[in-house]
């Protein structure tokens, strides 16, 4: 009888560490948002992105070029909403035997925008922020992204990658961007080269029209716009999830273990979105 209370004393003095393993909070979990721009599908696959990824992304953002890009009368007019030198004509065929041909002008694309999401561990958010601070750059936020996708494409949890629409990209001016004289930005869709030197009045930058219409441009002199409205580029069904910036999209967001969401609120919260995707898919190439 002695022994026997002797182990249920041992008992009774490990429960208590026991329920507190049992019932003490679960680490919090992270959700890495992030939209990359690329020239090419092949700088895509560069990034570590599979082939079929990024050729997919490239297409959805060509047929929504094709779709929403501005067209313009002039290439002035064109001009003065993205950069010097930078559209392209467009002929139009008649459309009856007493009409003409025309010629539009429209920005060439420079590319397109990828958005992926992916959840990661409290331990690896804590590893990714060593590793900024051993680098000297504690505190940008853009090489902690950096590496925490590293981890992403690296690790067992490429099939867990969510991929939102992808949507063309343009030549934008951006005065805070310092301008690069003796570069050249190729494109890989028209065939040509764009000569940064032939525009002296600031810097430049890729950008999606969603972007560009949050921050405030209508497009007015676009074909578009004369025809449907000057709130033609600010209407939800023009540009439809593009209306999402990359600047609002991308970053790193906390999820406490009380509220964390499943794979499967996560998935569905992507396929709202709609896109050429909105579904995980593996990394392979």
Not at 125 to 152: M, P
Request: hydrophobic share 25%.
């Amino acid at each position: 009888m002695r022994r026997r209370s002797q182990v249920g004393l041992v008992l009774a003095g490990t429960l208590p560490l026991m329920l507190a393993g049992c019932g003490g909070s679960a680490p919090d979990t992270y959700t890495l948002s992030k939209t990359m721009n690329f020239p090419s599908v092949a700088e895509c696959a560069q990034a570590g992105f599979s082939t079929n990824i990024c050729a997919s992304a490239f297409i959805s953002a060509r047929n929504d070029y094709e779709r929403t890009t501005p067209e313009y009368d002039s290439k002035q007019a064109c001009e003065d909403d993205f950069v010097p030198d930078y559209c392209e004509a467009k002929t139009v065929a008649a459309t009856t035997p007493a009409s003409e041909e025309q010629t539009l002008w429209r920005p060439r694309m420079n590319g397109f925008a990828l958005n992926v999401e992916g959840e990661l561990s409290e331990a690896q958010v804590k590893q990714a922020k060593q590793e900024a601070a051993a680098s000297g750059h504690a505190n940008d936020s853009q090489l902690l992204e950096g590496i925490l996708l590293g981890y992403l494409l690296k690790s067992g949890m490429q099939g867990t990658l969510l991929y939102g629409p992808a949507q063309p990209t343009y030549l934008v001016r951006d005065p805070a961007v310092q301008p690069q004289p003796n570069t050249s930005t190729s494109s890989s869709y028209s065939g040509s080269s764009y000569s940064a030197s032939r525009y002296s009045g600031g810097g430049m930058r890729s950008s999606t029209l969603g972007e560009q219409v949050e921050r405030g441009q209508h497009y007015s002199q676009s074909r578009q716009s004369q025809r449907y409205g000057s709130d033609y580029y600010h209407r939800p069904s023009t540009l439809g999830q593009s209306l999402r910036s990359s600047s609002s999209s991308s970053g790193l967001s906390r999820h406490a273990a009380s509220s964390s969401t499943s794979r499967g609120g996560f998935g569905s919260q992507s396929s709202a979105r709609g896109g050429w995707s909105g579904h995980s898919s593996s990394h392979g190439s």
